[in-house]
């Protein structure tokens, strides 16, 4: 896809690029141009971030991001010197959804919720370099790669080609998603998986939107499979090795998931996909080990992202040293993308709870051992929010006050 429109300045996705090497497309470029419109329109932030985050994908160790639910915890992860952030349907759903409602991760937010809250961190994160530039500090670089949660795609291909065009144009860098969903089992809510060709539909479905907008975002397919045990359907011939003959009253087949089963999904979802992700229980090197392994017998060298959020706990499972390593173990298995999908939530929650429940036992006390931690983490590591008016902008904008003033009453400019 090399060819440029005649009215544009911008190429498409030019696929002999290396950044494509071992992607499959289904499709044509002039299928892209017909799709296309006749006026390209330019996605900077998303264009940026993707082009920034696969960069690093190549050249860094690993690249770490924690989930943010606000923009705000995005500009402080930023200023902390991480490169990514993650923006989770959970996080969504929980406290950051456009129906203003909280929800469980079921899907029962909108779903623009998540490109609603990638766009809300972009916003802030644009802010904050707004700032710091008008400051003449240029340290920091503050558009970081925005990860965004595209859970199962909200519906079909279509829906899924919809929810991929409203992430880019709120400047997300990448977007993953899953092969599986919550459904009704009985009196549970249980994930059940796709069939393994409707989920790659999906992720063509996801990549064309991309190409439509030629923006070269990182797609990132994740399975479910090592943990779930139903599946809608026994359509697909490659699924048949896992189906077991049990069926629910709702019409699901049972799957017998497992290691295995999640990296038969993966090699099939390679060729579509930039970044391969296998949903686990528990953080387990053992096993992550082996799913790569069975990626890069036959992929060598692709991409692969761990989320670092299981819900059981840590430090009952792993060692200190186990813990304190485990992002370097990762990383030389190929686990490049590490995400702490669920940061946001515990950090902002805990973290009210604390100074609330010190706040009613020892009163200003507490807030003043707040201010405190904050005035020593602002010396030793240029933490700013402890000035709270010019953390949100109140200098850029009289700054923008008497820009806008300084020329009133003065004569104007004579041409030459």
Same mark, same amino acid.
């Given at each position: 896809?090399?060819?440029?429109?005649?009215?544009?300045?911008?190429?498409?996705i030019?696929?002999?690029?290396?950044?494509?090497?071992?992607?499959?497309?289904?499709?044509?470029?002039?299928?892209?141009?017909?799709?296309?419109?006749?006026?390209?329109?330019?996605?900077?932030?998303?264009?940026?971030?993707?082009?920034?985050l696969?960069?690093?994908?190549?050249?860094?160790?690993?690249?770490?991001a924690?989930?943010?639910?606000? %923009?705000?915890?995005?500009?402080?992860?930023?200023?902390?010197?991480?490169?990514?952030?993650?923006?989770?349907?959970?996080?969504?759903?929980?406290?950051?959804?456009?129906?203003?409602?909280?929800?469980?991760?079921?899907?029962?937010?909108?779903?623009?919720?998540?490109?609603h809250?990638?766009?809300?961190?972009?916003?802030?994160?644009?802010?904050?370099?707004?700032?710091?530039?008008?400051?003449?500090?240029?340290?920091?670089?503050?558009?970081?790669?925005?990860?965004?949660?595209?859970?199962?795609?909200?519906?079909?291909?279509?829906?899924?080609?919809?929810?991929?065009?409203?992430?880019?144009?709120?400047?997300?860098?990448?977007?993953?998603?899953?092969?599986?969903?919550?459904?009704?089992?009985?009196?549970?809510?249980?994930?059940?998986?796709?069939?393994?060709?409707?989920?790659?539909?999906?992720?063509?479905?996801?990549?064309?939107?991309?190409d439509?907008?030629?923006?070269?975002?990182?797609?990132?397919?994740?399975?479910?499979?090592?943990?779930?045990?139903?599946?809608?359907?026994?359509?697909?011939?490659?699924?048949?090795?896992?189906?077991?003959?049990?069926?629910?009253?709702?019409?699901?087949?049972?799957?017998?998931? %497992?290691?295995?089963?999640?990296?038969?999904?993966?090699?099939?979802?390679?060729?579509?996909?930039?970044?391969?992700?296998?949903?686990?229980?528990?953080?387990?090197?053992?096993?992550?080990q082996?799913?790569?392994d069975?990626?890069?017998?036959?992929?060598?060298?692709?991409l692969?992202?761990?989320?670092?959020?299981?819900?059981?706990?840590?430090?009952?499972?792993?060692?200190?040293?186990?813990?304190?390593?485990?992002?370097?173990?990762?990383?030389?298995?190929?686990?490049?993308?590490?995400?702490?999908?669920?940061?946001?939530?515990?950090?902002?929650?805990?973290?009210?709870?604390?100074?609330?429940?010190?706040?009613?036992?020892?009163?200003?006390?507490?807030?003043?051992?707040?201010?405190?931690?904050?005035?020593?983490?602002?010396?030793?590591?240029?933490?700013?929010?402890?000035?709270?008016?010019?953390?949100?902008?109140?200098?850029?904008?009289?700054?923008?006050?008497?820009?806008?003033?300084?020329?009133?009453?003065?004569?104007?400019?004579?041409?030459?």
């Amino acid at each position: 896809m090399t060819e440029r429109s005649e009215d544009c300045s911008n190429p498409t996705i030019a696929i002999d690029d290396p950044r494509w090497a071992g992607i499959r497309r289904t499709y044509t470029p002039a299928d892209v141009l017909r799709l296309r419109g006749s006026l390209q329109i330019e996605y900077t932030i998303a264009r940026r971030g993707a082009e920034r985050l696969w960069g690093l994908l190549q050249t860094e160790p690993y690249v770490a991001a924690l989930g943010a639910m606000t %923009g705000n915890q995005a500009i402080e992860q930023v200023r902390a010197g991480l490169l990514a952030v993650y923006a989770g349907g959970l996080q969504a759903a929980a406290d950051a959804n456009t129906a203003r409602e909280m929800y469980p991760d079921q899907s029962l937010y909108p779903s623009d919720s998540v490109p609603h809250l990638v766009r809300n961190i972009n916003k802030s994160l644009q802010r904050a370099d707004q700032i710091h530039h008008a400051e003449g500090k240029n340290d920091v670089h503050w558009f970081a790669a925005v990860v965004a949660d595209a859970a199962v795609g909200f519906g079909g291909k279509l829906s899924t080609f919809e929810l991929m065009k409203a992430m880019i144009e709120a400047g997300a860098a990448a977007a993953h998603f899953e092969d599986a969903t919550a459904k009704k089992c009985g009196p549970t809510e249980e994930k059940v998986l796709v069939p393994t060709n409707v989920f790659i539909e999906k992720l063509i479905a996801a990549r064309l939107a991309a190409d439509v907008m030629s923006v070269p975002t990182l797609l990132i397919a994740c399975t479910n499979a090592e943990t779930t045990r139903l599946i809608e359907s026994a359509s697909a011939p490659c699924d048949g090795e896992f189906i077991t003959q049990e069926k629910t009253p709702e019409g699901y087949s049972g799957f017998r998931g %497992g290691l295995e089963a999640a990296a038969a999904r993966a090699l099939a979802y390679a060729p579509y996909a930039d970044v391969l992700w296998c949903e686990t229980g528990c953080p387990d090197l053992r096993q992550a080990q082996k799913f790569a392994d069975a990626v890069h017998k036959q992929f060598p060298g692709k991409l692969l992202a761990y989320n670092c959020s299981p819900s059981l706990s840590w430090v009952k499972q792993l060692d200190g040293s186990t813990i304190r390593n485990f992002h370097v173990a990762l990383s030389s298995m190929g686990y490049k993308l590490q995400l702490v999908t669920l940061a946001g939530f515990h950090s902002l929650n805990l973290s009210m709870f604390d100074l609330a429940r010190d706040y009613r036992e020892t009163g200003m006390a507490a807030y003043a051992r707040l201010l405190e931690s904050e005035y020593e983490l602002a010396e030793s590591h240029g933490y700013e929010a402890i000035r709270h008016q010019r953390f949100v902008g109140t200098g850029y904008f009289d700054d923008v006050s008497q820009t806008i003033s300084s020329g009133v009453g003065k004569a104007p400019r004579k041409r030459n």
